[in-house]
């Protein structure tokens, strides 16, 4: 049985509705799939940016951190150096007053014409020299030559040696030095220093270690004495 026009265009209409729909739910459906992946994108490119600006700031705090220990490394390596450099000064200080005072030594003669008998002594033992020469302060000549002899003999009984001793009187012993005595061989090659400055120093290095730790304590850092 043929359709009639009416018939005809009736189903076309109904297959174009249809149509119609189809396209339409597609079309939502392809919008939401869409807007679902967008959120999806949206939300990993969020906490993208988000990790990386918190690796940005804990990169950051720790550079802060970093530069907050460097600094007070630095600064207690500084007050360090000040403790350091006040208590040298001071050590100083106290070795520069004992070498004032190396002038009172040598005005109670009896007291000084001993010390220059062990000076001596101790000299020619260093030099077991068959000739030494003395040089002293000008002041001293006549002590030296009192003690000369005495020093001779605690030398003679301790090494069985004798030795011609002489005292320089052309080249005294300089300003600069408040007494004591230094011997030579005649040739010179061989020298002993045994002036007051030069004991002094000597004490005073062998010394040290008591003296800072009787100054300033013990050092829990240091495993030997210096």
């Known amino acids: 049985m043929a359709l009639s026009d009416a018939d005809v265009q009736k189903q076309i209409k109904h297959m174009m509705a249809f149509i119609d729909q189809e396209a339409r739910e597609k079309a939502e459906e392809i919008e939401a799939k869409a807007e679902e992946e967008f959120q999806i994108e949206k939300g990993r490119l969020v906490q993208q940016q988000r990790l990386k600006i918190m690796e940005h700031y804990e ?33 100083q200080g106290l070795l520069e007053e004992a070498r004032q005072r190396l002038g009172e030594v040598v005005k109670d003669r009896a007291r000084y014409g001993q010390m220059l008998k062990g000076l001596i002594a101790q000299g020619l033992y260093q030099m077991l020299e068959p000739k030494v020469i003395i040089r002293c302060k000008e002041r001293d000549v006549s002590l030296v030559q009192e003690n000369i002899n005495n020093a001779l003999a605690d030398y003679k009984a301790a090494t069985n040696k004798t030795c011609d001793v002489s005292i320089d009187t052309q080249h005294y012993l300089g300003p600069e030095v408040t007494g004591g005595i230094e011997l030579s061989a005649p040739n010179g090659k061989i020298k002993i220093t045994n002036t007051l400055e030069s004991r002094l120093d000597l004490i005073s290095r062998q010394m040290m ?16 004495d210096e």
Do not use: Y
């Open 59 to 91: 990169k950051k705090e720790k550079n802060l951190d970093l530069q907050k220990k460097i600094q007070q490394s630095n600064m207690m390596n500084q007050a360090r150096l000040k403790v350091l450099k006040c208590r040298e000064d001071h050590v």
């Open 209 to 224: 270690p008591f003296i800072r730790e009787t100054l300033f304590g013990s050092n829990p850092n240091r495993k030997f």
